[in-house]
């Protein structure tokens, strides 16, 4: 059974930083892309960051040059490190599996984690 589990979401000042981490199970995690969606409330969710399999990365325009996605197949984990926080980054941060064709479309991802809260104050 796959799982992800979210974890290092928090309350932080405009500016400051946070690092999110996905751990997963049930399945051969290096050969699998990952991907960093988020949700504000009253809107859908959003596409963030990607990593493939082989490291490769893709942004949002609007984190680019603040987040970094990395991964560590040894510990089947996935990271996201957000640096210069805004208050509009706040949101329920999800980290999945992809098994589609566009990396920015959330239904090209089967399996989700619980969600982690990031909120960024002014």
């Known amino acids: 059974q796959v799982q992800l589990v979210e974890s290092g979401g928090g309350l932080v000042q405009a500016g400051g930083s946070l690092r999110l981490s996905c751990a997963a199970s049930?399945?051969?995690?290096?050969?699998?892309?990952m991907g960093w969606f988020r949700q504000a409330p009253g809107k859908e969710r959003e596409f963030v960051a990607h990593?493939?399999?082989?490291?490769?990365?893709y942004y949002a325009d609007s984190v680019k040059g603040r987040f970094t996605i990395s991964r560590d197949n040894a510990k089947n984990t996935v990271y996201l490190q957000m640096n210069s926080l805004k208050p509009e980054d706040t949101a329920v941060y999800y980290c999945?599996?992809?098994?589609?064709?566009?990396?920015?479309?959330?239904?090209?991802?089967?399996?989700w984690g619980q969600g982690t809260q990031v909120t960024v104050s002014s």
């Open positions: 049930g399945l051969t995690f290096s050969g699998f892309a």
């Open positions: 999945a599996r992809y098994r589609g064709a566009n990396y920015a479309s959330a239904r090209d991802y089967d399996y």
């Open positions: 990593i493939t399999w082989s490291a490769f990365t």
